[in-house]
């Protein structure tokens, strides 16, 4: 288990990366913490590795304070940086054998683990390729291996889907999945795309500006936020058309946004049936329905809530 208390970074130039935050990673979890771009994620994962003094708070690995037992907690965990360096003039297999003679001098079974390894992360039939001509998934899938070196029980990875196309972000997420399940790692990702963390996570924290604006399961996020249905319509005269949908009284929310109008249905509501009765009203009222479109809310609508929202209660 990882628990962050209170964890804060002020860097030296006075700004505060990093602000207070409480978290805690169940062995076996895929945690993602998800924040736009500057929000503290790599800060905060150097400081959860041990990178990175915390200016403070603390954190805790397996019981272990990161900060007193820097060496001891190294071997449990494995890190794949945001931005990291390949040495392109070597494949793939001298690059994790050369990692795997640092992390273990006497490299009993180096050839073997690292077969391996590139077994796991696909990898296998371009093993004695430069890393130099491997595209950037293939990289990543080399860096995730590379991670893996120490058969750690925690990985730590920092934006690894960052510049991969979709197939290539699709192939990261099957790979973590199967990690995850098949060599019961756990592991804590960062990312500024709802994609990964969705198709990914069991459990997810938001951050802004270094605070912690949520820490939820997918499921409880959904169900909080708003499992609700909502419907958009736009018509000739959208000022009018809310009035009416208002007397109808059968809405929690109505507003008129950029796109038109919003709907928030209540919980369990009947949209379709709802849709037609809303139709009605408006035609017999003589008003023109140009567009008019259902959706349920997805994770999507709740981070881009969460992190535009500038009255957002922090967690504590
Ligand atoms: N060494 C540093 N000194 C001062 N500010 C920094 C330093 N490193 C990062 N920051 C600032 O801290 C904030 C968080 O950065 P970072 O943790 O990299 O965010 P993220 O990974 O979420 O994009 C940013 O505003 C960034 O400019
Ligand atoms: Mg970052």
Not at 16 to 24: C, E, G, Q, R, S
Not at 126 to 134: M, V
């Amino acid at each position: 288990m990882i628990q962050a208390k209170k964890l804060t970074k002020i860097y030296k130039n006075g700004f505060k990366a990093v602000d207070n935050l409480n978290l805690t990673i169940e062995e076996g979890d895929i945690y993602g913490f998800l924040g736009p771009n500057g929000a503290g994620k790599t800060t905060t994962i150097r400081m959860l590795t041990g990178l990175l003094n915390p200016s403070e708070g603390e954190v805790i690995i397996n019981g272990m304070k990161v900060r007193e037992n820097n060496l001891e907690i190294k071997k449990v965990i494995g890190v794949l940086p945001e931005s990291h360096g390949y040495y392109d003039w070597m494949t793939a297999y001298e690059y994790l054998i050369y990692f795997y003679k640092l992390f273990d001098s006497k490299n009993s079974n180096a050839h073997q683990h690292v077969t391996y390894l590139l077994d796991k992360v696909g990898l296998s039939k371009r093993s004695h390729t430069l890393i130099g001509q491997f595209s950037r998934g293939m990289k990543q899938r080399l860096g995730l291996a590379k991670t893996l070196i120490n058969q750690p029980k925690v990985v730590f990875l920092d934006e690894p889907t960052l510049g991969l196309d979709p197939t290539g972000q699709r192939d990261i997420h099957e790979l973590i999945k199967e990690l995850n399940r098949s060599m019961n790692i756990t592991v804590f990702i960062t990312s500024h795309l709802l994609k990964d963390i969705e198709v990914l996570c069991n459990k997810v924290a938001i951050v802004k500006n270094g605070k912690l604006i949520e820490e939820d399961t997918i499921l409880n996020l959904q169900q909080k936020h708003s499992p609700k249905e909502i419907i958009h319509i736009r018509t000739s005269k959208d000022e009018k058309a809310k009035m009416i949908i208002e007397k109808m009284n059968l809405a929690e929310n109505v507003k008129i946004t950029e796109e038109g109008i919003r709907i928030i249905l209540q919980k369990d509501a009947l949209s379709d049936q709802i849709k037609q009765e809303i139709v009605q009203s408006l035609f017999l009222e003589k008003l023109d329905i140009y567009e008019i479109t259902k959706y349920k809310t997805t994770v999507e609508d709740i981070f881009l809530k969460l992190v535009t929202d500038s009255n957002e209660k922090v967690v504590k």
